[in-house]
């Protein structure tokens, strides 16, 4: 528990000096905001603070750190490492560049902001690449809500149609209407479960795995059979919206478009990050002592707990909600496995919608203009669906992916902002790292990775190679970069 007060402090301190120093870099003034001058009461619309603060962290979060946190978890307490550092240095980072770039270039959305920094080329792969990795987060946050929900009454089908329906509705309406309405109470919910968790933390301080003492793949060590993955790269794919994720920079422009003033953006992005970063810090350590904890293991204290090392994330949680919160906790956890996966599923639909319409110019003030562009990215999603349920490993698999491709979609982010920086004459040192690590991360799991090209350790030269690629390439570029401003 000393490492868990140790990195829940660390994350407190990360938002209230590295925060302000990243602020600081990109220094945000007093002019017009798109909310502001683009005003048009579907998706520029000037709404309060609280409520952007809360629908932002809502829109990043889903079940992302509960269920991430909790797989990643099973590494160990080195996942308390990457939580704080990917957060604070990473994570954050990455979220308040990504929203205040969208502010400073008109509500743009991210492919719009990667083509301007990146080139044309890169834009038009990466607008197939987000639009994509969206449709699959609206298709993996589909199905796994209504299996649920079936075990509550109904077919697993009916809960998708309901699911779909409403994903139309709150795709097509104004922002305001039903995502700011109902948004912040959902957020509430999950603020509200991983504080009560956390009193319970502090009340009864399990014994847990501390940093100095377990610094491996406590999972391995666990189950070697069937937990075999490296710390590096898998937990840094596995813990994503915890730490780093490029989904976030897809939904960042949605409140980007909300803002009254840039002064409000450390609060909203990377307060919102670091938020997110503390719930995933809880669920990792409610994780800890469920699958490490003393007494040994700690999912024996749980009757309806059988499966033990191999409890599935959504199984932890509605046995510990309801261990340990009662009533109330299975109401929440109902909310945590149902609602915020549905939320995060239409906003990024929402997302979708706009980056294809910003690509087309097409006008999103006409409601047939909004179908035209919402039936086939909806249509993609049913085919993914049917996939999905007639194979077998079919939610896995696309998890898997979906997994790497958010990491991969940061890469692109954190590069974007430090052509920003570099042209801006800017510390560029603030997104350079992670996006040197993040590179390395991503290009690693394609080759060692089982999913991917499968070469196992033979693969880790191959991931070097490619940061010394980037190391280069970015060199070469940054000369090339310098000669032109001065000229």
Avoid at 119 to 140: E, P, R, S
Avoid at 159 to 170: D, E, L, P, S, T
Avoid at 283 to 291: E, Q, R
Avoid at 400 to 428: H, M
Wanted: aromatic residues 14%.
């Amino acid at each position: 528990m000393i490492s868990f007060v140790l990195s829940l402090v660390a994350l407190v301190c990360g938002y209230l000096f590295y925060g302000r120093l990243v602020e600081r870099v990109f220094g945000p003034d007093d002019r017009v905001t798109p909310a502001v001058a683009k005003a048009d009461g579907l998706d520029y619309i000037v709404l309060p603070s609280w409520k952007i603060f809360m629908i932002q962290f809502l829109n990043i979060a889903g079940t992302g750190p509960i269920f991430g946190a909790i797989m990643g978890a099973k590494f160990g307490p080195v996942a308390y490492l990457w939580i704080v550092l990917g957060c604070i240095f990473a994570g954050a980072t990455h979220d308040y560049f990504s929203g205040m770039l969208s502010m400073r270039h008109d509500g743009a959305g991210l492919p719009e902001l990667i083509g301007k920094y990146l080139g044309k080329t890169t834009k038009g792969i990466m607008l197939v690449f987000t639009v994509l990795l969206l449709v699959m987060v609206g298709t993996v946050f589909v199905y796994s809500p209504a299996e649920i929900l079936h075990t509550m009454g109904g077919e697993t089908i009916m809960w998708i149609g309901i699911i779909f329906c409403y994903y139309i509705i709150a795709t097509m309406l104004p922002i305001d209407k039903i995502i700011g309405k109902v948004y912040p109470l959902f957020a509430f919910s999950l603020l509200f479960m991983a504080g009560a968790l956390m009193v319970w933390l502090f009340v009864h301080w399990p014994t847990v795995p501390e940093l100095w003492n377990s610094l491996y793949n406590m999972g391995a060590a666990t189950e070697p059979d069937t937990w075999k993955d490296n710390i590096f790269p898998a937990l840094f794919i596995t813990i994503a919206c915890g730490a780093i994720s490029g989904f976030h920079a897809t939904q960042s422009p949605l409140m980007a478009r909300c803002v009254k003033s840039e002064k409000m953006g450390r609060p909203i992005f990377y307060g919102a990050m670091i938020t997110e970063g503390i719930v995933a810090l809880i669920w990792a350590t409610v994780a800890s002592w469920f699958f490490y904890g003393n007494p040994a293991p700690g999912y024996t204290l749980i009757e309806q707990a059988t499966a033990g090392f191999h409890t599935s994330a959504p199984a932890v949680v509605n046995l510990v909600c309801n261990d340990w919160l009662g009533v109330v906790g299975a109401i929440l956890a109902m909310l945590g496995v149902v609602a915020a996966p549905i939320t995060s599923g239409d906003t990024a639909f929402r997302s979708a919608r706009l980056i294809v319409a910003e690509w087309l110019k097409m006008n999103q003030r006409p409601i047939t203009k909004r179908l035209l562009i919402c039936i086939p990215l909806f249509a993609l999603s049913i085919a993914m669906l049917i996939w999905q349920i007639e194979n077998p490993d079919g939610f896995n698999t696309i998890w898997q992916y979906f997994g790497w491709s958010n990491q991969a979609l940061s890469v692109f982010t954190l590069w974007t902002i430090t052509v920003y920086l570099v042209r801006n004459k800017k510390c560029f040192w603030l997104t350079l790292i992670p996006a040197l690590f993040m590179t390395t991360v991503c290009t690693t799991f394609i080759f060692v990775s089982k999913q991917m090209l499968g070469m196992g350790n033979a693969g880790y030269p191959y991931g070097v190679a490619c940061l010394a690629v980037a190391i280069v390439w970015f060199a070469i570029w940054y000369n090339k970069e310098n000669k032109r401003i001065k000229k």
